[in-house]
């Protein structure tokens, strides 16, 4: 038995060789503030950055546009009730929320980030699919 409990996850992506401070560096989601956030690391593994902050849950990394230096993930940043997709910077501004409709939002991104899959579901409406644009 153990008193140290991890959740697994699959919150990490390596990032390319380039001129910036977190070449060949990677985004890493870690519970370490007591809530499932974002972490900008060099290749050494020395943070950075946080990428999100706050009394909420990344629930999924969907994409990282790693020529516009966009992070795309699912949270619960607005309520616990809904899952929303967000949009931030390897800044690490302010989140900026895609998904509109209320509930909860299960999105796949294309490998060009620039249309995603919302399968959009709420407790008065059934699951319904839809592609959107990015832009």
């Not at 997709?85 to 980030?113: N, Q, W």
Request: charged share 20%; with cysteine; aromatic share 10%.
């Amino acid at each position: 038995a153990s008193d140290v409990w991890i959740n697994l996850h699959e919150l990490f992506r390596p990032l390319p060789q380039s001129d910036k401070p977190y070449s060949e560096g990677f985004i890493w989601g870690s519970e370490k503030t007591g809530f499932m956030h974002l972490y900008l690391h060099d290749r050494e593994g020395n943070l950075i950055r946080p990428l999100t902050a706050g009394d909420w849950m990344v629930t999924g990394l969907a994409a990282v546009d790693k020529a516009n230096e966009l992070i795309y993930f699912t949270a619960t940043l607005d309520s616990p009730l809904e899952n929303h997709l967000y949009v931030t910077s390897f800044a690490g501004e302010t989140p900026r929320r895609i998904t509109t409709k209320p509930g909860m939002h299960s999105v796949t991104i294309d490998h060009a980030c620039e249309r995603f899959v919302d399968v959009h579901q709420a407790i008065d409406q059934p699951p319904q699919v839809t592609l959107c644009a990015l832009a």
